[in-house]
């Protein structure tokens, strides 16, 4: 089992995730459709990103963001990891 961590940037996961929150995240575990992964869309493989898996496809998963105002490439994406929890920050001010 390989444990990583990810800090979020940008607004493509609220409200689920905010621009800061750390997350635990698992290299190789299993994904089902729901989890939130950090993968990298096969066509801008040099970005990392964190968002919803929705379904297999094409060897890989089709990705969705939570924020649906949020702008970014879409498709099929290869995922590296799957999102354990978020550590940081503990409690929100609202």
């Known amino acids: 089992m390989r444990i990583g961590t990810v800090l979020v940037s940008g607004p493509s996961m609220v409200p689920a995730l905010r621009h800061g929150d750390c997350l635990l995240v698992r290299r190789g575990a299993a994904v089902r459709p729901g989890d939130l992964v950090v993968a990298r869309f096969r066509e801008r493989p040099d970005l990392l990103v964190v968002k919803r898996a929705?379904?297999?496809?094409d060897g890989g998963w089709l990705l969705s963001s939570d924020n649906p105002f949020a702008e970014g490439p879409g498709g099929v994406a290869?995922?590296?990891?799957?999102?354990?929890?978020?550590y940081w920050p503990v409690r929100r001010l609202s």
């Open 54 to 57: 929705v379904e297999p496809q």
């Open 78 to 86: 290869d995922v590296e990891a799957r999102v354990v929890l978020r």
